[in-house]
Nanobody
């Protein structure tokens, strides 16, 4: 069993920054893809960013490219999402997730993940 716990959310003004963290416990997560997704009220959960255990395998949604940075510290079993130049449309609950072993589809899809955190609220407003 794996537990994922997000932290770092909050209220920030447009143009501000936040850093989210996702701490994993249980099995090691070093050999898995870790993803960040978000869900705004009334909308479906959408892909934000993901990072593989392989160096250089990092992908972002077009909406956050150039503003968000995903990273991981395998020794600490933690994945981060640095969010800069935040916009009101970034407001959502942000979730981290651990990939499903053997999944053959795109890890931009929620179906590629088997464990999810409880989410952390990010609100961008003046």
């Amino acid at each position: 069993q794996v537990q994922l716990v997000e932290s770092g959310g909050g209220l920030v003004q447009p143009g501000g920054s936040l850093r989210l963290a996702c701490a994993a416990s249980g099995r090691t997560f070093s050999n898995y893809v870790m993803g960040w997704f978000r869900q705004a009220p009334g909308k479906e959960r959408e892909f934000v960013a993901r990072i593989s255990w392989l160096p250089g395998r990092i992908y972002y949604a077009d909406s956050v490219k150039g503003r968000f940075t995903i990273s991981r510290d395998n020794a600490k079993n933690t994945v981060y999402l640095q969010m800069n130049s935040l916009k009101p449309e970034d407001t959502a609950v942000y979730y981290c997730a651990k990939s499903l072993p053997g999944y053959s589809g795109s890890y931009n899809n929620t179906r590629g993940y088997e464990y999810w955190g409880q989410g952390t609220q990010v609100t961008v407003s003046s």
